[in-house]
């Protein structure tokens, strides 16, 4: 059932409230790099990655930072190299930990790591010149960094994708007809529709990979999966519209995609949240959704 017009503006002004605080110090940092030539690596990944590439544009974009992006092949020696966010930085992965520690050997002037979940990857880090500035987005992430490198400028703050105007973004008419024809091919694919999300008491987007928290995960629709477009400047827009689109069209989602579970506060969905395989949910729960969004609730002990 849909609220009334005055309780749907007033949630939408709390959310904005919360929101505050999430961006606050990484515009600050922004606001520091202003004027000076940027490359960009993109954080590769699911729509959750697409999300934070399409926050991380709008976040450059509203500090005046004006990134270019690059490959694993760039030249960046005596550049400001600016890699994406995310949780990459694991043993599960290895797209950042190789990126982050070739530009260091091809002597960037500097490295900035945006807000990542960091487990493990000891000799990479151990790898890295002093000049890497490294943004953890939980506390588990921060601690590991400065134990491990207490030399290295390591910074604890919050997922970049709640850097993105929602609200703006899903009412963009040009990227709306590029991205809904995908999100209802794909919805059909697998039996589903925005009438059929709806009708649902909850829909469980739930992850059926490597990161699962369970042996044999069921799902409604692991949408972040699914709709695994890119995190380009022009695929990202489309991915994290659909996944947006899909949170927003549901009256409540179950989830242990973290994503799924941020998208769900940008927009005020009903959402149950647990945790993934190695605590990332939980820990980035503690850190930024905790006491924040009244509408994200977790699920598990894991949470306590």
Same mark, same amino acid.
């Given at each position: ?105 091809? &002597? ?5 790591? +945006?807000?990542? /979940?960091? @487990?493990?990857?000891? %000799?990479?880090?151990?790898? !890295?010149? #002093? ?113 947006? &689109? ?5 009256? +409540?989602?179950? /989830?242990? @995609?973290?994503?799924? %579970?941020?998208?769900?506060? !940008?927009? #005020? ?36």
């Amino acid at each position: 059932m849909r609220l009334s017009a005055p309780i749907e503006w007033l949630r939408a002004r709390q959310r904005r409230r919360a929101l505050r605080p999430l961006r606050a110090d990484m515009e600050a940092f922004f606001a520091e790099l202003r004027g000076t030539p940027v490359l960009f690596f993109a954080n590769p990944g699911n729509a959750g990655d697409s999300l934070i590439a399409a926050a991380t544009a709008q976040a450059f974009a509203r500090s005046g930072v004006e990134a270019a992006p690059i490959g694993l092949d760039a030249a960046v020696e005596g550049r400001v190299v600016v890699l994406g966010g995310g949780g990459n930085f694991i043993p599960l992965y290895h797209q950042i930990a190789e990126a982050i520690v070739r530009f260091s050997a091809r &002597k960037a002037a500097r490295i900035v790591l +945006l807000p990542h /979940t960091i @487990r493990g990857r000891e %000799a990479a880090l151990r790898e !890295l010149a #002093g000049n890497v500035t490294i943004f953890c987005r939980d506390r588990p992430s921060f601690e590991h960094v400065r134990a491990l490198r207490p030399d290295i400028d390591a910074r604890l703050g919050h997922d970049m994708a709640f850097h993105l105007d929602a609200a703006a973004f899903l009412a963009d008419a040009a990227l709306a007809a590029r991205a809904a024809p995908v999100w209802r091919a794909t919805l059909a694919k697998h039996g589903l529709d925005e009438a059929a999300l709806g009708r649902r008491e909850g829909v469980r987007l739930r992850r059926l990979d490597a990161e699962a928290p369970v042996r044999a995960p069921t799902s409604d629709l692991d949408v972040s999966h699914v709709f695994t477009l890119g995190t380009g400047a022009r695929e990202a827009p489309i991915a994290a519209w659909c996944l947006l &689109k899909t949170i927003g069209a549901a009256r +409540l989602v179950e /989830t242990d @995609r973290l994503h799924v %579970a941020i998208g769900a506060a !940008l927009l #005020g969905t009903p959402c149950r949240f647990h945790d993934n395989s190695y605590g990332k949910n939980s820990a980035v729960y503690r850190q930024s959704l905790a006491g924040r969004f009244a509408n994200i609730r977790p699920v598990g002990e894991a949470f306590a």
